[in-house]
């Protein structure tokens, strides 16, 4: 059986990837996230296992030292990564698998698999970011901060993707990257 694609979604935080990825999965019965697990503790309303695995800084530093991880990364003070687990198996029977990661993990995952599909999720205006952030009410004003920076950062790394998607309107977004994924593996 030929192993399901891989694709990466990549984008300032407050662009929606979540949302979109939730719309899309409803839909797409050959696709699953990739839960990964993260230092951080959950949001309101996350659940572990479904949005992250959340996970002691012990419990993560173990798993990496047993080689558990594809890739990961400490982002905003916090650790995130992509168990091996979480994506191989999956592939291997057939299904389609998205990773919610930053810039600097679609590197290292393209780096090992060059056959991924990168898709940069963004805004048409930068000042979205800021509000979406803000009405979410889950950080401070230095994590908001600290987001904002690395948004400006990511945004300038577009050029390194296979395709970009902007999300001012969700309907929108949710039908283009249901597109590219028609497109790059002809799955209806």
Known sequence: MKPGPLIIISGPSGSGKSTVIERVLKSTPWLRLSVSPTTRPPRAGEQDGVH????????FEREVRAGAFLEWAEVHGDRYGTLKSEVQPFREQGYGVILDI???????????????????????????????????????????????????????CIGEYDFEVINDDLNVAVDKFQAILRQLFERK
């Open 52 to 59: 992250y695995y959340f996970w002691s800084p012990e419990q």
């Open 102 to 156: 930053d810039v600097q993990g679609a590197r290292a995952v393209r780096k090992q698999l060059p056959e991924a599909k990168l898709v940069f999720l963004r805004t048409s205006a930068f000042e979205t970011y800021e509000r979406r952030l803000r009405e979410r009410g889950s950080e401070d004003e230095a994590k908001i901060q600290k987001r904002l920076a690395t948004a400006r950062r990511e945004l300038e």
